[in-house]
Structures are given as C-alpha cells and as structure tokens.
C-alpha cells in the first residue's frame, strides 16, 4: 500500500491550464478505473472533484477534467482562478477492497 | 442536508485506546459504504478503512490491521472507528466520509466528509 506519486508543486497564472500527475502501478491505477480527485484548503475537509477517472459529481466546474493512461491519472484544472489555490490528492481502488492516495499536490495561482 | 459529524478525538497515551464516532444525516445511511480517512499534521491523506453499507465487509490499512476495528450502527446513523494499541504515528485528524455511489462494491469516490476529530497520541 505504497501512496501514488504525485508532483509535490504545481503552478500557473490565472487563466492558464494545469495538469496534475498521479503514478501508481498495475496494482491500482494500472487496473481500475476508480480513480477520484479530491480538492482541500487549509483547514478544511477534502471534497470530490472527479471520480471514476473521469466523472464530475454534480456542482464541480467544468475547469475540472480527469484522465488516465497506463498507471498514471492526471487532472487537468482550465482556465485557472484563485480558489483553485489548494492541495489536490488523487485516490485510487487498489485491490483487496482497499484504497490508497497519492502524496498530494499544492496548486499555487501566481 | 447531508452531513457527518465526527466526535470523540482527543490526547491519549501510547498504548491506550479510543472510539471515534461518526453521526450521518440527510441520506439514507443504510445503503452507503463508509471509510475513515486520516491525516497526520502537515501532512497528506491516508485511507484507513471501509465498511460496508450493512456492515457485513471490513477492510483495513496495513499500518492500522490488527489494532483498528471499524463498525457501523445502522439504527443510530453512526458510523464507529474502535482504535486499541494507539501509537504516536496514529496521530492525525480522522474524518469519516461517504461513498458517492449506494451500494457498490467498489467505492468509486467519497463525496460527503466530515470536519474531522483530532487524535493525539502522546506521553
């Protein structure tokens, strides 16, 4: 149950696009297509940005989009706004009815 | 509207035991599957374990197997996290969350959290 990798620093200006890589193996990311996103602020819960690799739950922003190749999901955030600023973990089924997350990613708007 | 509110965080010392609860409203608590998830200060996210949504499957993470019972009252919409033989690691803020999908298998995502409970282990 080794955490999925992640870029420990992601950044961009307001209106750019960011992606945001998570590598796992054929053991979890690799095999299943239940990969979700999860958004947090200082202080504050996670909440759900994308699930099932490329599902938004109802009430995400459209800015938000999920994909997946091989053992590596990404998140790509468009047009960039200064509520993005925040920590992005991604989760991945790993088998055995257990789940692992990524190490975490903080987005910084510049 | 839908929310989980944890309760029973706290200083303890190694070796000694604490419960965790997690009280549900605003959905129908007995056909969602539910997890605990923690994080230790300043750092990242760790799944801890799921249950089931009749409570019949349990799983656990390594670091927490053996030591962490989870359980779930489905009269009481609440939802438990039994922790014995506690350890400074075991130090984070635990939050319970929702599975997004009713009944599967398989937790697609978590999209309910509550504000999480404090637990820290120390002498």
């Known amino acids: 149950q080794s955490a999925l990798t992640q870029p420990a620093s992601v950044s961009g200006s307001p209106g750019q696009s960011i992606t945001i890589s998570c590598t796992g193996t054929?053991?979890?990311?690799?095999?299943?297509?239940?990969v979700s996103w999860y958004q947090q602020h200082p202080g504050k819960a996670p909440k759900v940005m994308i699930y099932e690799v490329t599902k938004r739950p109802s009430g995400v922003s459209n800015r938000f989009s999920g994909s997946k190749s091989g053992n590596t999901a990404s998140l790509t955030i468009s047009g960039l706004q200064a509520e993005d600023e925040a920590d992005y973990y991604c989760?991945?089924?790993?088998?055995?009815?257990?789940?692992?997350f990524g190490t975490g990613t903080k987005v910084t708007v510049l | 509207q839908v929310q989980l509110v944890e309760s029973g965080g706290g200083v303890v010392q190694p070796g000694r035991s604490l419960r965790l609860s997690c009280a549900a409203s605003g959905f129908t608590f007995s056909t969602y599957g539910l997890h605990w998830v923690r994080q230790a200060p300043g750092k990242g996210l760790e799944w801890v374990a799921v249950i089931s949504y009749d409570g019949s499957n349990k799983y656990y993470a390594d670091s927490v197997k053996g030591r962490f019972t989870i359980s779930r009252d489905n009269s009481k919409n609440t939802l438990y996290l039994q922790m014995n033989s506690l350890r400074a690691e075991d130090t984070a803020v635990y939050y319970c969350a929702k599975d997004l999908l009713r009944g599967v298998r398989r937790s697609p995502g978590m999209d309910v959290w509550g504000q999480g409970t404090t637990v820290t282990v120390s002498s």
């Open positions: 989760c991945s089924y790993a088998g055995g009815s257990t789940y692992v």
């Open positions: 054929n053991s979890d990311v690799g095999s299943y297509n239940l």
